[in-house]
């Protein structure tokens, strides 16, 4: 019996991630109950290899359990541990920048004293969280002398490795008998925690789903330490220590990409185009070696070719795509886990013309209830899809942002996208004129109804509006010039001049009268012309005294 019985754990520990009875697994399979139940039971020395492709298939393993299963049916006794599916990625040769993440890793690594607390990298896909976890593995290996291992969860996928399956991987690479993991959950990650506790393994848990995916795999108090990678914050682990991955710094940008195109090559390019493709890259890491990878791979091919290419916002995520590398696809991923109304929120937030909003403006954009928007966008916030801003705003990364105007385009038909935009564009001028209003010299209010705009209690709140969404309601009066709505735009730029007056240095007050000042000339309203285009003047001037 202890010959087979790596084939019978296998097969229940398989049968019982996905849900199944032996009933179930045989009616799917066409092998029967007895055979599945002799095969789990370690009775059947010998099954066929159709019979076990047949549960395969029933059971929809991926390749690397397939290939498990396979094996453990050829040999039909025990193997040694099958360290190759923990083993550790390798080490990026030309790894870049992080240094201040990579050293917060390093110090908690092997500053734990005992304590269980888990380490967690969270970030939006392509940002390098695996390569970044490798390389701390990898500068820490004489802090786990028994071992690092490695196991991909795939919580990214629309069906993540069960975490039963993983705690028998990890218990086999560490070298415990098949017949003695236990079957049932809470006992086999007791047994997987005092494995671990006698010894000092570093369990490198790439791609987790959410806290449920591995709770049951962290280590307890003892020398073993738990690295996770998560698109993820994991907020609800305790005590953990967390490192969250942003695009990389303009400097760490340059030297990756320098550090690709040069490799095996003479090249010493310019560092201006270096900074050129790297921006049009948002600085991501993914996105710098598809770059780089495309350059090497098309000889004819210079830093001008890329720049060019990249330089279109409508082409520039089919570009960044070399062979299995897609910056499009690390995005769909995270999108494609959303619920339907947050993947409205997302989408609709492509048409706020500023790098961020609050939940208000997106509350608009999408009709829902302003406390509802607040906890999709806090989703996003955790998946990485926004990025968290000043006063509970949020914003896009450049990349995620073409990708969500790619969805909008896709998902929203044209009609319910412009009626978006319209209404929009309709509140962030009206929000402006009522706020506007408090800093005029009568300081009387604007009579403009207040369910269609927000209020403000004082002059401060208005104040505090305008400024935080100063891009929004510039982007706002651009569309309105652009669709010839001049006379909003004129009433707007009037409500809003006695604030310019208060903040004076704002570096757009010339466009905003200059957009303001042609609305009134479409309008042939020689009043209003003459004193927006003194309001420019004002503005031009206070521009020209704040630069000397």
């Avoid at 045989?26 to 066929?48: C, K, L, Y």
């Avoid at 923990?86 to 870049?96: A, G, K, V």
């Amino acid at each position: 019996m202890a010959e087979s019985a790596e084939l019978g754990e296998l097969v229940r520990a398989f049968r019982h991630a996905a849900g199944l009875t032996l009933e179930d697994l045989a009616e799917r399979s066409g092998v029967s109950v007895r055979a599945i139940s002799d095969m789990e039971r370690g009775r059947s020395r010998n099954p066929q290899a159709r019979t076990v492709m047949a549960l395969a298939d029933a059971l929809r393993l991926p390749d690397d359990d397939r290939k498990l299963l396979l094996y453990a049916a050829r040999t039909g006794r025990s193997r040694p541990a099958p360290a190759p599916l923990c083993e550790l990625p390798p080490d990026i040769p030309d790894f870049t920048g992080r240094s201040a993440e990579l050293a917060t890793l390093t110090s908690a690594l092997v500053d734990r004293d005992g304590r269980p607390a888990p380490i967690v990298i969270s970030g939006a896909g392509g940002l390098g969280k695996t390569a970044l976890a490798v390389r701390a593995a990898c500068s820490t290996r004489g802090e786990f002398p028994d071992g690092r291992l490695f196991v991909d969860l795939r919580g990214s996928d629309p069906e993540p490795l069960d975490p039963y399956v993983v705690q028998f991987r990890l218990l086999r690479a560490l070298g415990v008998d098949a017949e003695r993991i236990p079957s049932l959950h809470t006992d086999r990650t007791q047994v997987l925690r005092r494995v671990v506790a006698d010894r000092r393994v570093l369990l490198l848990l790439d791609n987790a789903a959410d806290e449920a995916h591995i709770r049951r795999l962290l280590p307890g108090p003892g020398g073993s330490a738990a690295l996770i990678t998560s698109r993820r914050t994991l907020a609800g682990l305790e005590h953990a220590r967390r490192v969250t991955l942003g695009p990389f710094s303009d400097a760490d940008a340059d030297g990756m990409l320098r550090a690709v195109v040069e490799h095996d090559s003479a090249a010493n390019p310019a560092p201006a185009l270096i900074r050129s493709v790297a921006q049009l890259c948002g600085n991501y890491p993914l996105a710098l070696r598809i770059a780089g990878n495309r350059m090497l791979s098309r000889p004819g091919w210079t830093l001008e070719t890329l720049v060019n290419r990249l330089a279109d916002e409508e082409s520039r995520l089919d570009h960044l795509s070399a062979g299995d590398l897609q910056i499009r696809a690390a995005f769909s991923v995270s999108y494609g886990q959303l619920e339907p109304t947050t993947r409205l929120v997302f989408r609709r937030l492509a048409l706020v013309p500023g790098p961020d909003t609050g939940a208000a403006l997106a509350s608009v954009l999408t009709e829902l209830p302003v406390h509802e928007v607040d906890r999709r966008l806090d989703d996003l916030i955790e998946l990485g899809l926004l990025v968290s801003a000043a006063d509970q705003r949020a914003g896009f990364h450049d990349l995620i942002r073409l990708f969500a105007r790619e969805q909008l385009v896709a998902e929203d038909t044209r009609e319910a996208v412009e009626a978006a935009r319209r209404q929009m564009v309709s509140w962030l001028l009206a929000t402006a004129r009522v706020a506007g209003s408090w800093f005029q010299r009568n300081r009387q209010r604007s009579p403009e109804p207040s369910d269609l705009t927000m209020d403000f209690p004082d002059l401060v709140s208005a104040q505090r509006w305008l400024e935080a969404e100063s891009e929004n309601w510039l982007g706002a009066l651009r569309q309105a010039l652009g669709t010839a709505d001049y006379t909003a735009v004129v009433s707007t730029v009037d409500a809003l001049q006695g604030f310019s007056s208060r903040w004076v240095n704002w570096r757009h007050w010339p466009e905003v009268f200059t957009l303001s000042a042609t609305a009134a000339e479409k309008l042939g309203d020689q009043h209003q012309s003459a004193k927006h285009g003194e309001g420019l003047a004002q503005a031009e001037a206070a521009r020209l005294t704040d630069g000397a």
